[in-house]
């Protein structure tokens, strides 16, 4: 069974970043999807996630993904992904879901791009 850590690590109004770890599958992707509810039900709109720490994501996590996408911008913000690994990142590339993300090296580029 897959392992999914999702925490919360830094916020202010207009953002929330969360550290996701571990794999996101059938068996975790409702923790994903709840944590994002969780994030726009406060009215956040533009939201960091750090990959750093995950090592596998399937195609219900990017339709999670792309799905929240769209509704963040609908409200002027985004996702922005951080620290993507090949591997995972080859997932989107697949699927031609780059286009719904910006992809970044660090939190602080990430948190400046959303800000504009």
Not at 6 to 30: C, P, R, Y
Not at 75 to 95: C, D, P, S, T, Y
């Amino acid at each position: 069974m897959a392992i999914l850590n999702i925490d919360e690590v830094a916020s202010d109004k207009t953002w929330v970043q969360l550290n996701v770890s571990g794999e996101i599958d059938l068996d975790t992707v409702n923790s994903l999807r709840s944590r994002l509810e969780e994030v726009e039900g406060r009215g956040i709109h533009r939201l960091i996630l750090d990959f750093t720490e995950t090592s596998y994501v399937n195609s219900s996590a990017l339709a999670v993904l792309v799905k929240f996408a769209e509704r963040f911008r609908e409200h002027e913000g985004g996702i922005a992904l951080v620290q993507v690994n090949q591997r995972v990142k080859l997932v989107f590339e697949m699927l031609g879901l780059l286009v719904f993300f910006k992809f970044f090296d660090s939190v602080d580029a990430a948190k400046a791009a959303l800000s504009e």
